[in-house]
């Protein structure tokens, strides 16, 4: 049975009211200290100091510091005035006491709930605005690109316009050089040095001009032989029904088609694209692929709180906390995957050979190179021609059988 602190002090003045009580040689990390409006508790076995205030307090104003052998609370009252006592007059009540306490410890649930549920409700807004933010840095990049290809295509337009037209000029030039006569015609006649001026026969250069266009408007050579290879589709016999697995890959497109189904969400907060966990998906997946391992994280929170059937969104979080060494998380997301690429058929065998080797990747960074064996060994026998898995896997059996060294 706890004894009672009765040698505590207190003091008061029009707004507050201070409250000392000795800790007798306990350590301050063994006092658990609780309190509400009405009700003060400092538990440090073997004491006991339990108080039921002579009137209501602002818990949320009032502190409560340790330190110096002693517990000392500041509480602030509701209502200003002299107290001239700090127990309320029904004190030796025990029932009064009994019903006082549980009405704080319900008063602290609800506010530790409260406090609670206001802190997720902040962390979901952070997410909601970096990848507000992150998706809005990423559409101006876009954006700017956009841009610069369009400039590009405009100057390359104007460029082989310029071209264009500078080679039509050449061309009339040259035809009219060909066709137009001598200015002179006296010319001909009035040469001093006695010899008849050679004369050009016009019509056979315009003959030459012409016969030049000809060629150019014939239509191209045919062309060579060659040889083109078919290939046939080999024929396979058909899989016997009792090594079908036709019943299993109707039950994964069926559970495919279910996760993919489009999710009712009325939250004004969100954009019809943040209520498409498909799009989300892809949004992390491109952050992942510029090293933003962090903003993918966030877009496969979203996508896994509206939609928690995909396994791609996640195997794909569990690839992002190996990134950040996130080892526990990228587990339990890994473990997540396979339960969700169920039934194991061909279609998703590389999917979980991914979500295997990722999650044994993390199983080998705790150093519990027993369970990353089995998940490496599992993705061999899904993908038995992978050479790297198999010196992976080799690697990881001489460690367990103590032959090697700790991986690095």
């Known amino acids: 049975m706890p004894i009672t602190v009765k040698d505590y002090s207190w003091d008061e003045t029009e707004s507050t009211v ?9 350590k301050p990390n063994k006092a658990d200290i609780f309190s509400t409006d009405e009700y ?15 009137q209501a307090v602002d818990d949320a104003k009032s502190t409560a510091q340790v330190g110096g052998g002693a517990v000392v609370f500041s509480l602030h009252k509701k209502e200003p005035g002299v107290w001239s006592r700090l127990t309320s007059t029904q004190s030796d009540d025990k029932e009064l006491m009994k019903s006082k306490r549980q009405q704080a410890i319900e008063v602290a649930h609800k506010r530790a709930k409260r406090e609670q549920e206001e802190k997720a409700k ?3 807004e952070q997410e909601r605005y970096t990848l507000q933010q ?9 954006r700017r690109i956009e841009e610069t290809k369009e400039a590009e295509r405009r100057k390359a337009t104007e460029d082989l316009e310029n071209w264009n037209e500078s080679k039509l000029n050449e061309q009339q030039v040259t035809t009219a050089d060909v066709t137009q006569p001598p200015k002179d015609p006296s010319c001909i006649f009035n040469n001093d040095d006695g010899d008849l001026p050679e004369v050009r026969n016009s019509q056979s250069d315009t003959s030459t001009v012409s016969t030049q266009r000809n060629e150019d408007d014939l239509p191209p050579a045919p062309r060579l032989r060659g040889n083109i290879e078919v290939t046939f589709t080999p024929r396979v016999f058909p899989t016997p029904m009792r090594e079908s697995k036709a019943a299993e890959e109707e039950e994964w497109l069926r559970k495919q088609a279910e996760a993919r189904k489009p999710v009712d969400i009325d939250d004004p907060d969100l954009t019809e694209e943040e209520k498409n966990p498909q799009w989300l998906k892809e949004k992390g997946d491109g952050f992942f692929k510029s ?20 396994p791609s969104v996640y195997s794909n979080r569990a690839a992002c906390h190996l990134k950040l060494r996130n080892f526990m998380k990228c587990i339990e997301d890994g473990s997540k995957a396979l339960e969700l690429l169920t039934p194991p058929v061909p279609a998703n065998a590389m999917s979980r050979v991914r979500c295997h080797i990722r999650r044994g990747t993390a199983f080998c960074e705790l150093e519990l190179y027993a369970e990353g064996l089995q998940d490496y060994e599992a993705a061999l026998k899904l993908d038995p021609k992978n050479e790297k898995l198999k010196a992976d896997a080799d690697r990881i059996r001489q460690v367990v059988q103590g032959t090697l060294p700790e991986l690095d």
Not at 18 to 26: A, E, F, N, R, W
């Open 291 to 310: 090293g933003n391992f962090l903003a993918a994280v966030n877009a496969y929170n979203m996508a896994a709180r509206l939609n928690g059937k995909l």
């Open 40 to 54: 003060l508790k400092v538990n440090y076995p073997p004491y006991l100091f339990e108080v039921v205030l002579y």
């Open 18 to 26: 201070h409250v000392t009580v000795p800790l007798k040689g306990v």
């Open 134 to 142: 992150q998706m809005k840095i990423e559409g101006e990049e876009k």
């Open 122 to 124: 902040a962390k979901r």
